[in-house]
């Protein structure tokens, strides 16, 4: 992997410019998201994130910006990933989704993708954490 060229001004400018609405939705993949009216989610521009593309498309909305923050789906559903991405406008990927995909996954995302640093990083938690936190707390509370 060479040096990551990330999203840039520039890129956020042409992501405003070719808005359709003033406001937009971002929608989840939660069980209310699907009690948002299609005819809304037509009207506005839509960031959809990880797999809540997939509803999107089924309803023949085109997302407006899709944002994959999870490296598990693009190691289990990767075939579902490159299908959101050639369907939405853009497509945004976290930089640890990029750094542990695949010598062509990668190609693809460098190609096709803008790429943004990680605004978190998924850890899970696990025994050593969990007593790492509660020491934490009980220095806090003193």
């Not at 995909?101 to 998924?122: G, M, T, W």
Request: charged share 25%; with cysteine; hydrophobic share 40%.
């Amino acid at each position: 992997m060479g040096s990551v060229n990330f999203i840039t001004h520039a890129d956020v400018l042409q992501l405003i410019a070719k808005r359709t609405a003033e406001d937009c939705i971002i929608f989840l993949s939660g069980p209310t998201s699907r009690k948002t009216p299609l005819s809304l989610l037509r009207m506005k521009d839509v960031i959809a994130v990880n797999g809540s593309v997939q509803y999107l498309l089924n309803n023949n909305v085109k997302p407006f910006l899709y944002l994959l923050t999870d490296v598990r789906f693009l190691h289990r559903r990767r075939e579902d990933f490159y299908n959101f991405s050639r369907n939405s406008q853009f497509t945004i990927v976290n930089l640890d989704v990029y750094e542990q995909a695949s010598v062509d996954d990668q190609k693809y995302i460098e190609e096709n993708c803008l790429i943004i640093r990680s605004f978190y990083r998924r850890e899970k938690g696990g025994f050593l954490k969990k007593i790492k936190f509660n020491i934490l707390k009980r220095v806090h509370k003193a």
